[in-house]
């Protein structure tokens, strides 16, 4: 029966390729086992139930509001940084690209210890956020700071694998044709490296709705998805937390998902057509 089995090439499917395949099955089963239990257990009615109670939709709209705002800064200063780790040849570069991959491995716990003494209100920094009448513990800001630290990583690290895949070929091209530094990195580099971003973005995005350790520390007012699910844990029981848990689910998941279905075929096609481009243009 198992030789019967024919791959699309028409050859039949050994008996070890057969068990590899039920190998693979089984392991994807029992990795994401957590996600179909989840949806097993948890009901519309759950969601509406913690939706529909007073402040039910208050974490909801915290999460995702102070998840896009951390976003942005995380593009906005991740970007520079992970392309000056992929282009940058001086010996410190190695130093930072250190420190990303520390802060990423660190404890979310431990780094909300870390923030509380970087930015609590008897800091250097909590003083000088004060006197800006900004405080870094148990405010909306604060909520912003952990997911930002929670999340930047990821994004620099997958930001800077995508700027290091750009063919340098394709940038000094555009560069002898008179394109300027800046140019060159909107029309070509960016691009071309946009498959990575994308998904670097993705999961910068849930890794910021997903921030628990270092808000918990923080900020454990105002209450986010992930400390709205604990609290109703440890309130309610684990019914009550099922439904926070698919509104998390239902909300963050897709965003990655959607990321790296669209980088798949991004960067390819772009390359190609940017190729052809850039070279039609040096010949004529």
Known sequence: MLAKTRTRSGKPLGYSTVAGLVLYVVVWVVTIGPLIALFF????????????????????????????????????????????????????????????????????????????????????????????????????????????????PYYVLGAEAGFRSVDKSLEQAAGLLGASRLEVFRSITVPLSSGHLATALGFAWARAMGAFGAVIVVAYNPHNLPMAIYISLQDQGLGAAFGYAMIFVIVSLPVPLLAYGWARTRSKSLERDLGLEIHTNVLY
């Open 41 to 152: 257990h948890a009901s519309s009615r759950s969601i509406e139930r913690q939706l529909s109670r007073t402040g039910g939709v208050s974490p909801l709209t915290v999460s995702f509001t102070s998840s896009l705002i951390a976003l942005a800064v995380v593009v906005l200063l991740g970007t520079p940084l992970a392309f000056g780790l992929a282009r940058s040849k001086f010996p410190g570069t190695q130093v930072v690209r250190v420190s990303i991959q520390i802060l990423l491995v660190i404890p979310p716990l431990v780094l909300g210890l870390l923030l509380v003494y970087l930015l609590g209100p008897y800091s250097l920094f909590g003083g000088v956020l004060g006197h800006l009448h900004l405080s870094a513990t148990n405010t909306f800001f604060a909520v912003i700071i952990a997911e930002i630290y929670e999340a930047i």
